[in-house]
């Protein structure tokens, strides 16, 4: 192990170069050792040639890898909390010729801690072109910009735990709107941002600098006690406690709420695993290079983009189909008059609420910001306004353009990413587009069965239901 300081940035960190033996005790002695060495508060990097692959999704060939040395690795990086990001170029580093065939295996690699990711806005390790040795060289090379770009409003789920939230959101709600309908929830909810942007700049605050102050206090009130325990010490004491648990659990809502891990439940306080996946998200989805569709490597931001929107605009282009109308004629038609009623029934304030509750309260807001935990939460204050918006959505009238919005995001589909292809696009729509969607939905799924086919039926579950239904908005929209 040797210390490294990067001048430049006044850096300092450790780092550690590998070069492991082949057998898998000697190695298993290696990660013991190491694991001795590593610190989770300073930063350390370790590189170099782990002779070991962490994953079968690492090795190609005939020659079937040690499942146990997998096993030991594997253990070993999730063990000491170390983070192995992915490769630009070629996934494999290692070629080589066995009794089998030829082998691909990763067997290099860059290994860092938290301390020292979270120094960094972006990391790459690209994978370069072999020479004359069986290995491919690796390089690593980061950035610590943060980029400037608007900050977008987000509902905080901590604000709810605030005993003066309810009343500003009743005060600002019930004052007079432009319209009715949407365009009246349109304008309420925007305007209702607007005040708690402010709300939580001037009275909520900011909720780490108030727990740094809330534990000072408390420890001098600590003190205090110590030295003189009369009740209004242990009373003042017993308050700065409580406020300090207070603001405890709104930092662990905080980042709960952005590590958005649906698979946890209550239990004890998270905060640092919700900060450490926050921070991996974004260490992932951030997109510092990417290949065009000729191969070249794009490594700048104005060039990132104008691919993604080249690439993109390509993949969803119409095409046109000839001779589909003669094929629809042959379709037979499954819809009676009488669903033809039913979809058309006068929306009812049961179905409405039933739509908000079915929803994720925790899922990615749209571009207004509002997810489905505030709706819940205020159901009494704006449930009016959202009804008279169904009502008005249902009747045919236009969609205001800021109820209608959506974000594109692009999410990854595998560890590696080469080009644009292996990006999955997704699109937040706002939650109130969500509950007209949700109403559609549940009537159409008793006539659905009707219209589609049994050899048709086997894929259109769950999720396939969903992108069916945002389908089926977009072009009542249009």
Same mark, same amino acid.
């Given at each position: 192990?040797c210390?490294?300081?990067y001048v430049?940035?006044?850096?300092?960190?450790?780092?550690?170069?590998?070069?492991?033996?082949?057998?898998?005790?000697d190695?298993?002695?290696?990660?013991?050792q190491?694991s001795?060495?590593?610190?989770?508060?300073?930063?350390?990097?370790?590189?170099?040639?782990?002779?070991?692959?962490?994953?079968?999704?690492?090795?190609?060939?005939?020659?079937?890898?040690?499942?146990?040395?997998?096993?030991?690795?594997?253990?070993?990086?999730?063990?000491?909390?170390?983070?192995?990001l992915?490769?630009?170029?070629?996934?494999?580093?290692?070629?080589?010729?066995?009794?089998?065939?030829?082998?691909?295996?990763?067997?290099?690699?860059?290994?860092?801690n938290p301390?020292?990711r979270d120094?960094?806005?972006?990391v790459?390790?690209?994978?370069?072109a072999?020479?004359?040795?069986?290995?491919?060289?690796?390089?690593?090379?980061?950035?610590?910009?943060?980029?400037?770009?608007?900050?977008?409003?987000?509902?905080?789920?901590?604000?709810?735990?605030?005993?003066d939230?309810?009343?500003?959101?009743?005060?600002?709600?019930?004052?007079?709107?432009?319209?009715?309908g949407?365009?009246?929830l349109a304008?309420?909810?925007?305007?209702?941002?607007?005040?708690?942007r402010?709300?939580?700049?001037?009275?909520?605050g900011?909720?780490?600098?108030?727990?740094?102050?809330?534990?000072?206090?408390?420890?001098?009130?600590?003190?205090?006690?110590?030295?003189?325990?009369?009740?209004?010490?242990?009373?003042?004491?017993?308050?700065?406690?409580?406020?300090?648990?207070?603001?405890?659990k709104?930092?662990?809502m905080?980042?709960?709420?952005?590590?958005?891990?649906?698979?946890?439940?209550?239990g004890?306080?998270?905060?640092?695993?919700?900060?450490?996946?926050?921070?991996?998200?974004?260490?992932?989805?951030?997109?510092?290079?990417i290949?065009?569709?000729?191969?070249? !490597?794009? =490594?700048?931001? *104005?060039? %990132?983009q104008?691919? &993604?929107?080249?690439? #993109?605009?390509?993949?969803?282009?119409?095409e046109?189909?000839?001779?589909?109308?003669?094929?629809l004629?042959?379709?037979?038609?499954?819809?009676?008059?009488?669903?033809?009623?039913?979809?058309?029934?006068?929306?009812?304030?049961?179905?409405v609420?039933?739509?908000?509750?079915?929803?994720?309260?925790?899922?990615?807001?749209?571009?207004?910001?509002?997810?489905?935990?505030?709706?819940?939460?205020?159901?009494?204050?704006?449930?009016?306004?959202?009804?008279?918006?169904?009502?008005?959505?249902?009747?045919?009238?236009p969609?205001?353009?800021?109820?209608?919005?959506?974000?594109?995001?692009?999410?990854?589909?595998?560890?590696?990413?080469?080009?644009?292809?292996?990006?999955?696009?997704?699109?937040?729509?706002?939650f109130?587009?969500?509950?007209?969607?949700?109403?559609?939905?549940?009537? !159409?799924? =008793?006539?659905? *069965?009707? %219209?589609?086919?049994? &050899?048709?039926?086997? #894929?259109?579950?769950a999720?396939?239901?969903?992108i069916m239904?945002?389908?089926?908005?977009?072009?009542?929209?249009?």
């Amino acid at each position: 192990m040797c210390k490294a300081r990067y001048v430049p940035w006044q850096f300092t960190f450790h780092f550690i170069a590998i070069y492991a033996k082949h057998t898998r005790a000697d190695r298993s002695q290696l990660w013991t050792q190491l694991s001795d060495c590593i610190d989770d508060n300073r930063p350390l990097l370790l590189a170099g040639d782990f002779n070991v692959i962490s994953s079968i999704s690492e090795h190609r060939g005939n020659a079937l890898p040690d499942v146990n040395c997998i096993f030991d690795f594997s253990n070993f990086i999730t063990d000491n909390s170390l983070i192995d990001l992915a490769t630009i170029g070629s996934l494999y580093t290692w070629h080589g010729i066995r009794n089998t065939g030829a082998v691909w295996k990763r067997l290099d690699r860059f290994l860092m801690n938290p301390p020292l990711r979270d120094y960094f806005t972006e990391v790459r390790i690209n994978v370069l072109a072999r020479t004359s040795s069986d290995h491919s060289p690796i390089l690593q090379s980061g950035t610590n910009n943060t980029l400037s770009c608007p900050k977008q409003f987000r509902f905080q789920t901590m604000w709810t735990s605030h005993p003066d939230f309810i009343n500003v959101v009743r005060l600002n709600w019930n004052q007079q709107a432009d319209g009715g309908g949407m365009r009246a929830l349109a304008f309420k909810i925007k305007r209702l941002k607007r005040c708690l942007r402010i709300w939580n700049r001037d009275t909520f605050g900011n909720v780490f600098d108030r727990i740094r102050v809330l534990e000072s206090s408390v420890a001098e009130a600590e003190n205090t006690f110590d030295d003189d325990p009369s009740p209004g010490s242990r009373e003042s004491l017993h308050k700065l406690q409580a406020d300090l648990l207070q603001a405890l659990k709104q930092e662990e809502m905080f980042w709960k709420q952005k590590a958005r891990v649906k698979w946890l439940k209550e239990g004890d306080s998270n905060t640092r695993f919700f900060h450490a996946v926050v921070k991996d998200r974004h260490q992932r989805q951030r997109i510092s290079a990417i290949k065009s569709g000729t191969g070249e !490597l794009l =490594t700048t931001q *104005p060039a %990132i983009q104008t691919e &993604e929107v080249s690439f #993109f605009s390509g993949l969803f282009s119409a095409e046109d189909c000839p001779g589909m109308e003669a094929l629809l004629q042959c379709l037979p038609v499954g819809v009676l008059d009488s669903d033809k009623a039913a979809l058309s029934l006068p929306v009812t304030r049961e179905e409405v609420k039933e739509a908000v509750w079915k929803l994720d309260p925790d899922s990615a807001a749209g571009p207004d910001g509002f997810s489905g935990a505030f709706f819940r939460h205020c159901w009494d204050i704006i449930k009016d306004d959202l009804y008279m918006a169904t009502l008005d959505f249902f009747a045919g009238v236009p969609v205001p353009r800021a109820m209608a919005s959506a974000q594109i995001v692009l999410i990854p589909k595998k560890l590696n990413l080469d080009t644009f292809a292996d990006y999955r696009p997704i699109c937040l729509f706002t939650f109130v587009s969500k509950v007209f969607t949700r109403i559609i939905a549940s009537r !159409l799924s =008793t006539i659905l *069965p009707k %219209i589609i086919s049994r &050899e048709q039926a086997g #894929f259109l579950q769950a999720e396939a239901f969903k992108i069916m239904f945002y389908w089926l908005l977009n072009c009542y929209n249009i």
